[in-house]
């Protein structure tokens, strides 16, 4: 059973518009909420993380916007780039569990220049 | 810059041999760290847990006596494929959470395993 649910599966974007990927969950038990992007051959980097006693959090073009009420969150990659193109992945996790991760399936976004 | 190094980055073997990937933290340390396979264009999914002291934690369907996990000391996590066969193909990643038990875990760039 997939605990976080991620579309769209691929997006294509023109450059500096709008990139917008969306993620839910179910256990109520996830206190922690990061986004990853990954590269080619590359492992996944840590983008940007919010914990649900915040509804947003912003850093630099990267923004998350979250609903704790309908168990949804999403990532917003304004002024978008052709250097933004890569997999991005949702993931939640329990900070006071065994902290294991549990990822979306990623997106895969292309900005087009 | 990086906070996790894994090695090597590729790796292409005959089958039937073992082969050992190191994770490493870089000026931290790590009791617990995470080892993960994605095969192309999908997601990340956890082997095991690697607990430094301690036996590993094993995901439900991943064969223990195929994937040993030894965390002999606070900076180094080793994962080895025993008896490698082409399905065994994969990406592996391993991963620590940096700062601390319960921050989000940093990742190595991963190991690209090629058995013939």
């Known amino acids: 059973q997939q605990q976080v649910k991620q579309s769209p599966q691929s997006l294509i974007v023109q450059k500096g518009g709008i990139s917008i990927i969306n993620c839910a969950y179910e256990n109520t038990a996830f206190d922690y909420f990061p986004w990853y992007q990954q590269f080619p051959g590359k492992g996944p980097a840590l983008l940007i993380a919010i914990r649900p006693d915040v509804s947003e959090k912003k850093e630099g073009r990267f923004t998350i916007s979250f609903n704790k009420s309908a168990k949804q969150f999403s990532l917003h990659i304004m002024d978008s780039q052709p250097g933004d193109s890569a997999t991005y992945f949702c993931a939640a996790y329990i900070q006071t569990g065994a902290n294991n991760l549990f990822f979306g399936t990623g997106t895969r976004l292309t900005v087009i220049p | 810059g990086a906070v996790v190094s894994q090695h090597p980055s590729w790796v292409i073997c005959k089958s039937g041999t073992s082969v050992k990937i190191e994770c490493r933290s870089l000026d931290f340390q790590a009791t617990t760290m995470f080892w993960y396979r994605q095969f192309p264009k999908q997601s990340l999914m956890l082997m095991a847990t690697?607990?430094?002291?301690?036996?590993?934690?094993?995901e439900q369907g991943v064969e223990k006596d195929k994937f040993l996990i030894n965390h002999a000391s606070l900076t180094l996590s080793t994962l080895t494929v025993t008896s490698a066969h082409p399905e065994d193909s994969s990406f592996y990643i391993c991963?620590?959470?940096?700062?601390?038990?319960?921050?989000?875990?940093?990742f190595g760039d991963g190991t690209r395993l090629s058995i013939l």
């Open positions: 690697s607990n430094e002291g301690s036996k590993a934690t094993y």
């Open positions: 991963s620590a959470p940096w700062g601390g038990i319960n921050q989000p875990q940093h």
